[in-house]
C-alpha cells in the first residue's frame, strides 16, 4: 500500500460558516493554508485539524465537509473542541504564551498553568485523531507551535510511528526561552521527533543552543544541511527548510487574462499615481503601526513623494474576539485617519485603507500592480507576502522592503531593500530609495529573487524535508545564508 502523508495543524484548511440554517465552506486564510493545500492536493493523503468552531458528531457539517472537498485529492479528519479547550489551548497556551514568547514579546505573555494543562490535553486529542487514521508506512507531519507534544503522545502508542514537525514561526534564543517556566517540557516534546524543521538557520541554532545548555547529555554531529541530535536511544535530525509558495500558480495567475483586464482597470483608477502595497493579517508582530509612521515620516521628510504614491493597506481580519486585536485595530485606524487628515489633498488621499481577505484575482492584481511591496514585520517566521508579490511581480517592475527580521530576508536579502522595523526614518528613507530607483536595478534585482523563488518553491521545501525525514538530504540541498546587517565601517572609526 503506497506510503501516505498526514498534516497535522491546528485547523483545517477550510472555514465552516452556518448561513440560514445552513452550512458552507470556503478556503481558510493564512500562510499555511496557501503552502501546504497544493502540495497535499498534488500528493494525496489526509489533513487533520479543528473545523474553527465548537461542534458535535453527527451534524449536517460533517456532510458539507466531505462533499466540499472531496474532489480537492485528501481527506479531512475534524478534531472537535469544545470553547474551554479553545480559550485554554488556542488563545490561552498556544497565543497568549508561545506566540509571544517566540515572537521576543516577552511582555506580552500570560503565563497562567491552566493553559498549561489544557493545551496537553487537546496535544493529546490530536495525537488520538491520527492513530485512528494512521497506517504502517504512513509518514505524519506536524505542523507548527500548537501542537509540539503530538508525537510525544503518538509514541506512547507506537514508538515505530514516523512523524516529523515543522515550526513556522521563529524559534527564540535561550535567554528567552529560558522565561518559559515549562521550557523543558517543551524541549522534550520536540525531541520526540524524527526530523524537526526550521524556516531559517538562525532559528536552527537557537534551538541547538538551548539544547546544549538545558539538554547537556545530549551529542550532536553537524552534516551540513542538517544536524543529528543524539539523546540516549533516540535520534533526532535539525535543519532549516524554508518555506517555499506555489511560484508557477502564482505567475500564471498574474499573467491571466483576467488579470491582465483588472490590472488595467485598477490603474485607470489610480491614475499615474505609484502604489506602495502592504498586506497583512492582523497581528502585532507585523509591524503595521511602525509602518504607517514611517510612511507618515517619508511624506513629511520627503515632500517629493506626496501626490505621487499611494499605501494601500490591507488588513486581513484575525481573532477579532481577542481585546488586544481589537486596540491595535483601534490604533491602525486612528493612524490611518490622523495621515490622511494631515496629508490629503483635492484629489488624492495619501493611505488607502481596507480591513478585510481580497479575493485571489484582485491580490494578484495588485501585487503585480504595486510599485513597491513594504513588509515591516517586527519578527517573522517567513512572510509568504514578500514571496507572493515577487512571483506576480511578472513585468520585473516592482521592488521589495523587506524586514530584515522576517525570515524571507536570508532568502531575498540580494534583491530586496532590507530595513529595520523599529528605524522609522531608516524605512523612511528606503520608500525613497524604491520610489526613485532606476527601471534597470528594478529588474535586476526583481528577477534575481524570482528565480531563487522559482526553483525554492513549496514542492521543492516538501520534496527536501521529505526526503531528510524519510532518507538524507541530496547534495545539492542549499541552506540559504543567515542575514545580518553589515555596519559602516567608516562611521564607526569617525570621531568627529
Not at 329 to 355: C, D, F, M
Not at 360 to 369: K, Q
Request: hydrophobic letters at 40%; a negative charge; one cysteine or more.
Amino acid at each position: 500500500m503506497p506510503q501516505r502523508l498526514f498534516v497535522v495543524s491546528n485547523r483545517l484548511p477550510i472555514v465552516l460558516e452556518k448561513r440560514g440554517g445552513g452550512w458552507t465552506l470556503k478556503p481558510g486564510s493564512g500562510g499555511l493554508v496557501s503552502a501546504i493545500a497544493p502540495v497535499l492536493s498534488h500528493r494525496g493523503g489526509l489533513w487533520v485539524g479543528w473545523p474553527g468552531l465548537p461542534l458535535e458528531r453527527g451534524g449536517d457539517w460533517e456532510r458539507v465537509l466531505e462533499e466540499g472537498y472531496r474532489e480537492r485529492g485528501y481527506d479531512l479528519v475534524p478534531v472537535l473542541l469544545t470553547e474551554q479547550e479553545v480559550k485554554g489551548f488556542y488563545e490561552g497556551f498556544s497565543n497568549a504564551i508561545l506566540w509571544p514568547l517566540f515572537h521576543d514579546m516577552l511582555g506580552r505573555c500570560h503565563f497562567e498553568p491552566p493553559f498549561w494543562y489544557t493545551y496537553l490535553d487537546v496535544n493529546e486529542k490530536f495525537a488520538e485523531a491520527v492513530a485512528g487514521q494512521r497506517r504502517e508506512g504512513d509518514f505524519v507531519w506536524v505542523q507548527d507551535y500548537q501542537l509540539i507534544h503530538v508525537a510525544e503522545f503518538l509514541r506512547r502508542r507506537d514508538e515505530s510511528v514516523r512523524v516529523g514537525f515543522f515550526l513556522h514561526i521563529p524559534f527564540p534564543p535561550l535567554d528567552i526561552l529560558l522565561k518559559l517556566p515549562w521550557r523543558g517540557q517543551i524541549l522534550k516534546a520536540l525531541l520526540a521527533y524524527d526530523l524537526i524543521g526550521f524556516q531559517t538557520p538562525r532559528d536552527s541554532r537557537n534551538f541547538l543552543t538551548c539544547l546544549q545548555n538545558l539538554v547537556p547529555e545530549v551529542e550532536m554531529e553537524d552534516g551540513g544541511a542538517v544536524t543529528e541530535v543524539r539523546l540516549g536511544a533516540r535520534t533526532v535530525r535539525v535543519g532549516a527548510f524554508p518555506i517555499g509558495i506555489d511560484f508557477r500558480a502564482y505567475e500564471e495567475t498574474a499573467r491571466s487574462d483576467d488579470v491582465n483586464r483588472r490590472v488595467g482597470e485598477l490603474r485607470r483608477k489610480i491614475g499615474p499615481i505609484h502604489l506602495i502595497l502592504g498586506v497583512d493579517r492582523l497581528d502585532y508582530t507585523k509591524g503595521l503601526v511602525e509602518r504607517l509612521e514611517a510612511f507618515r515620516n517619508a511624506l513629511k521628510r520627503h515632500p517629493g513623494l506626496r501626490e505621487r504614491v499611494v499605501l494601500l493597506q490591507i488588513v486581513v481580519p484575525s481573532r477579532e474576539g481577542v481585546a488586544e486585536y481589537q486596540s491595535l485595530k483601534a490604533h491602525i485606524e486612528r493612524l490611518v485617519g490622523e495621515i490622511n487628515g494631515e496629508y490629503s489633498t483635492a484629489g488624492w488621499v495619501p493611505v488607502q485603507y481596507q480591513y478585510r481577505s481580497q479575493p485571489r484575482r484582485d491580490l494578484v492584481a495588485l501585487y503585480r500592480l504595486a510599485r513597491i511591496c513594504f513588509v515591516a514585520s517586527i519578527k517573522d517566521g517567513m512572510n509568504l507576502v514578500a514571496k507572493e508579490f515577487c512571483a506576480c511581480q511578472v513585468d520585473d517592475s516592482g521592488i521589495l522592503v523587506l524586514s530584515e527580521f522576517a525570515g524571507a530576508a536570508a532568502q531575498l536579502q540580494r534583491g530586496a531593500l532590507l530595513v529595520n522595523p523599529h528605524d522609522i526614518e531608516g524605512m523612511a528613507d528606503a520608500l525613497k530609495a524604491a520610489f526613485d530607483m532606476s527601471d534597470d536595478e528594478r529588474r535586476r534585482r526583481m528577477a534575481g529573487m524570482r528565480e531563487i523563488l522559482r526553483e525554492q518553491d513549496i514542492f521543492w521545501w516538501v520534496d527536501y524535508y521529505l526526503q531528510a525525514a524519510l532518507g538524507t538530504v541530496p547534495d545539492d540541498f542549499r541552506v540559504p545564508k543567515e542575514y545580518l546587517p553589515a555596519l559602516d565601517l567608516d562611521e564607526l572609526l569617525d570621531t568627529g
